[in-house]
C-alpha cells in the first residue's frame, strides 16, 4: 500500500515498474544502478496517472509532453537524457512480454548535453600523488597499494573494492576483475603496484585481518576494523592523500578515484596504445565510451599549439 507522502500510480504501472525490475536484477544491473530506473520510471508513472494515461496508452506524444515539463521545471539536461534512457529501458521490457509493439522512447531524441572531457591528471602528479603516501604503518600501506593499483590498472572505485586476494595473479603479473554487468577480465598489473600490494599483504594486511569474519574475510583491501572497504572510504582516504601532495603538485587538490581511472586510459593513449586494447582494459561494452580519450588527447595537442606555435 503506497504512504501518503507517494504519488499514485495505477495497478497496470506498478506491474510494469515490477517486471522492468525484475528484468534488470536478471541482466545483473547494479543495483544502485537499478534503484535509480526505479526512480526514474516511478515518477513517469505518477506522471502519466495524473492524466489518465498508461503504460500500454503512452505515446512519444506523451514523452515529449514529460521532457518538455522536466526542461521547463529547470531539469539539466544530462538529467532529461538519463530519465528518457531509464523510460526507454521500461518500454523495452513491456515489448519483451508482449504488452507493447513499440518502443515510444526510442521515437524520441535526448537533449543534448556539453560534452565535459575527464579530467586528466600528468605523469608526473601521478607520481607526486602515490610517492607521498610514506607507507609505514598498516594503513599506509593499504592506500598505497590501493592507489597504486587504481592507476596500474584504471579500475572503478566499485572494482576496487569487490577485489579479494585471490583477485591477484601475481604470477601472471594480472588481476581478475569484475566490472559491470558481471564481466570478468584480466587486466595487466604494472611493476610498481606489484611490488606496494606485495607489501600491504606481507606486512600490512595481517595486522588488520584478525577482526575480519564472514564475507569479507577475503577481501584484498580492508579498514582497520577488518571489514572490506567501501567506495566512500575509497574517496575519502584518496582525498585526504591527494590534498596533501596538492602542496606540491596543486593540480591534485581535487583529485578523485575516476581521475586515475582517466589518467590511465589517457597515459596509454599518448604511449601509443592501441584504442580496441583501452577498451578492453577499461571494460567499456562501446568503443564509442572509450574515444572520449582521443578527444582529450586533441584538446591537449590544440592547447600545446596554441602555446607554441608563433602563428597560431
Same mark, same amino acid.
Request: one cysteine or more; glycine letters at 8%; proline letters at 5%.
Given at each position: 500500500?503506497?504512504?501518503?507522502?507517494?504519488?499514485?500510480?495505477?495497478?497496470?504501472?506498478?506491474?510494469?515498474?515490477?517486471?522492468?525490475?525484475?528484468?534488470?536484477? @536478471?541482466?545483473?544491473?547494479?543495483? @544502485?544502478?537499478? @534503484?535509480?530506473?526505479?526512480?526514474?520510471?516511478?515518477?513517469?508513472?505518477?506522471?502519466?496517472?495524473?492524466?489518465?494515461?498508461?503504460?500500454?496508452?503512452?505515446?512519444?506524444?506523451?514523452?515529449?509532453?514529460?521532457?518538455?515539463?522536466? #526542461?521547463?521545471?529547470?531539469?539539466?539536461?544530462?538529467?532529461?537524457?538519463?530519465?528518457?534512457?531509464?523510460?526507454?529501458?521500461?518500454?523495452?521490457?513491456?515489448?519483451?512480454?508482449?504488452?507493447?509493439?513499440?518502443?515510444?522512447?526510442?521515437?524520441?531524441?535526448?537533449?543534448?548535453?556539453?560534452?565535459?572531457?575527464?579530467?586528466?591528471?600528468?605523469?608526473?602528479?601521478?607520481?607526486?600523488?602515490?610517492?607521498?603516501?610514506?607507507?609505514?604503518?598498516?594503513?599506509?600501506?593499504?592506500?598505497?597499494?590501493?592507489?597504486?593499483?587504481?592507476?596500474?590498472?584504471?579500475?572503478?572505485?566499485?572494482?576496487?573494492?569487490?577485489?579479494?586476494?585471490?583477485?591477484?595473479?601475481?604470477?601472471?603479473?594480472?588481476?581478475?576483475?569484475?566490472?559491470?554487468?558481471?564481466?570478468?577480465?584480466?587486466?595487466?598489473?604494472?611493476?610498481?603496484?606489484?611490488?606496494?600490494?606485495?607489501?600491504?599483504?606481507?606486512?600490512?594486511?595481517?595486522?588488520?585481518?584478525?577482526?575480519?569474519?564472514?564475507?569479507?574475510?577475503?577481501?584484498?583491501?580492508?579498514?582497520?576494523?577488518?571489514?572490506?572497504?567501501?567506495? #566512500?572510504?575509497?574517496?575519502?582516504?584518496?582525498?585526504?592523500?591527494?590534498?596533501?601532495?596538492?602542496?606540491?603538485?596543486?593540480?591534485?587538490?581535487?583529485?578523485?578515484?575516476?581521475?586515475?581511472?582517466?589518467?590511465?586510459?589517457?597515459?596509454?593513449?599518448?604511449?601509443?596504445?592501441?584504442?580496441?586494447?583501452?577498451?578492453?582494459?577499461?571494460?567499456?561494452?562501446?568503443?564509442?565510451?572509450?574515444?572520449?580519450?582521443?578527444?582529450?588527447?586533441?584538446?591537449?595537442?590544440?592547447?600545446?599549439?596554441?602555446?607554441?606555435?608563433?602563428?597560431?
Amino acid at each position: 500500500m503506497q504512504g501518503s507522502g507517494e504519488p499514485t500510480i495505477t495497478a497496470p504501472w506498478r506491474d510494469a515498474l515490477e517486471a522492468f525490475a525484475r528484468d534488470l536484477r @536478471r541482466r545483473a544491473v547494479a543495483p @544502485r544502478t537499478g @534503484r535509480a530506473y526505479a526512480i526514474d520510471c516511478g515518477q513517469f508513472a505518477a506522471w502519466a496517472t495524473a492524466r489518465g494515461r498508461g503504460p500500454a496508452e503512452v505515446d512519444v506524444r506523451d514523452l515529449r509532453r514529460y521532457v518538455a515539463s522536466l #526542461s521547463e521545471s529547470g531539469q539539466a539536461p544530462t538529467t532529461v537524457a538519463r530519465k528518457l534512457a531509464s523510460l526507454r529501458g521500461m518500454f523495452a521490457s513491456q515489448m519483451a512480454l508482449g504488452e507493447r509493439a513499440e518502443n515510444p522512447a526510442e521515437l524520441l531524441s535526448a537533449p543534448k548535453r556539453a560534452q565535459r572531457l575527464p579530467r586528466v591528471l600528468k605523469p608526473a602528479e601521478v607520481a607526486t600523488l602515490l610517492d607521498r603516501i610514506p607507507a609505514t604503518n598498516p594503513l599506509e600501506l593499504r592506500d598505497r597499494a590501493l592507489f597504486e593499483l587504481a592507476y596500474a590498472a584504471g579500475l572503478r572505485a566499485e572494482e576496487l573494492v569487490t577485489l579479494d586476494t585471490a583477485s591477484l595473479d601475481f604470477d601472471a603479473e594480472a588481476v581478475r576483475v569484475e566490472g559491470k554487468g558481471g564481466k570478468t577480465r584480466m587486466v595487466p598489473v604494472g611493476e610498481h603496484a606489484a611490488r606496494a600490494l606485495e607489501r600491504w599483504l606481507q606486512a600490512g594486511r595481517p595486522a588488520l585481518a584478525g577482526a575480519a569474519a564472514g564475507p569479507d574475510h577475503g577481501a584484498l583491501f580492508l579498514s582497520k576494523s577488518g571489514r572490506r572497504l567501501s567506495t #566512500s572510504d575509497v574517496r575519502r582516504r584518496l582525498r585526504t592523500w591527494s590534498r596533501l601532495a596538492a602542496r606540491h603538485a596543486p593540480a591534485l587538490a581535487a583529485a578523485h578515484p575516476h581521475a586515475l581511472r582517466h589518467s590511465f586510459a589517457t597515459h596509454l593513449l599518448d604511449g601509443g596504445a592501441d584504442l580496441r586494447a583501452i577498451q578492453e582494459l577499461l571494460g567499456h561494452a562501446s568503443i564509442s565510451t572509450t574515444q572520449v580519450y582521443t578527444r582529450v588527447e586533441s584538446e591537449r595537442l590544440r592547447h600545446a599549439y596554441v602555446a607554441s606555435h608563433p602563428r597560431a
